[in-house]
């Protein structure tokens, strides 16, 4: 049961006036791509009308994460046509909503907002390495919900300051959960809280289901996409980029979602866990190159 004073926090959220709003391109490219006769050509016009955002797509469908061919991507009907019209998609609703935030912080914690963001990419470069690796079809919601999954974390640092450093705080001194000190302290996690932010954005119901189950699959609606989110945020944070204090060694094959993915058929025996540790080894050399790619969002500084 959540307590009172978590009840009062998402009361609050209700009524901040300059809470993030989604920008008008990106919850327009997120409706047109739901109609099932969408096309390519009134994709690549609505992502046009803002350059900024065409430069950015353009920008990341060159980079290593993207790249499914060695050809030149120079227009944004060619980037749909080859990485695809989901990925492009979700890639440009994904770096709306991250243009959302303020891009405030303060010096002396900056380096809470550059664990968030680390922590963030690394679970969505996982997250795609992982799904092309067992051979799921997620049309990049992969990476798109690697890189979403924390977003609550966003709102308690910048609505609700003191209380989620303070609850970082404890999380590190106690090499605890996030979500578990948010709970002490605020009465919601960051769960709670991305949870209401993705309805009142209307976000799409899987991005929905990443955010408030990432810790909880067997909760989950999309339960082979959340399981995949939940196994890459647990190897992010093996991989000492987490955003709190649970740096974890884990035995994977003891995670609800290791199962839910043997369950549902899919080949977690087969996986070479040890040959993809050793190649996530260059994951600080991936975020740093994807931060350069949003560099018009003010991430913080990329971890060296």
Not at 83 to 97: F, K
Not at 148 to 176: P, R, T, W
Request: aromatic share 6%; glycine share 6%; with cysteine.
């Amino acid at each position: 049961m959540r307590s009172k004073m978590g009840i009062d926090i998402l009361e609050r959220i209700k009524d901040i006036d300059d809470l993030a709003t989604l920008p008008s391109i990106g919850v327009e490219v997120m409706e047109k791509a739901e109609s099932p006769d969408v096309s390519i050509r009134e994709i690549s016009e609505i992502i046009h009308r803002d350059p900024a955002l065409s430069a950015r797509v353009l920008k990341i469908a060159h980079s290593p994460i993207y790249r499914r061919a060695s050809q030149h991507i120079d227009t944004i009907q060619k980037a749909i046509m080859v990485l695809g019209l989901n990925e492009i998609v979700n890639l440009a609703a994904t770096i709306s909503v991250l243009d959302s935030f303020s891009k405030r912080q303060s010096p002396h914690e900056e380096g809470i907002r550059t664990a968030f963001w680390n922590h963030c990419m690394a679970t969505a470069i996982i997250a795609r390495r992982l799904c092309l690796t067992i051979g799921m079809r997620l049309q990049g919601r992969d990476f798109t919900g690697g890189l979403l999954h924390d977003i609550g974390k966003l709102i308690l640092y910048e609505h609700f300051h003191d209380q989620f450093v303070q609850a970082y705080n404890i999380s590190m001194e106690n090499n605890c959960p996030m979500y578990e000190s948010e709970l002490h302290i605020m009465g919601t996690t960051h769960m709670e809280v991305g949870q209401y932010l993705a309805k009142r954005w209307n976000l799409p119901s899987f991005l929905q289901d990443i955010i408030r189950f990432h810790h909880d699959p067997d909760r989950a609606e999309h339960t082979d996409l959340v399981s995949l989110i939940s196994i890459s945020n647990l190897l992010a944070k093996a991989k000492q980029f987490a955003c709190g204090g649970d740096h974890i060694s884990i035995i994977l094959a003891d995670q609800p979602a290791w199962r839910l993915m043997r369950e549902h058929g899919y080949p977690m025996e087969d996986l070479d866990m040890e040959r993809i540790t050793f190649e996530m080894d260059d994951l600080g050399a991936q975020i740093k190159e994807y931060i350069s790619s949003l560099s018009d969002h003010q991430t913080g500084e990329p971890v060296q």
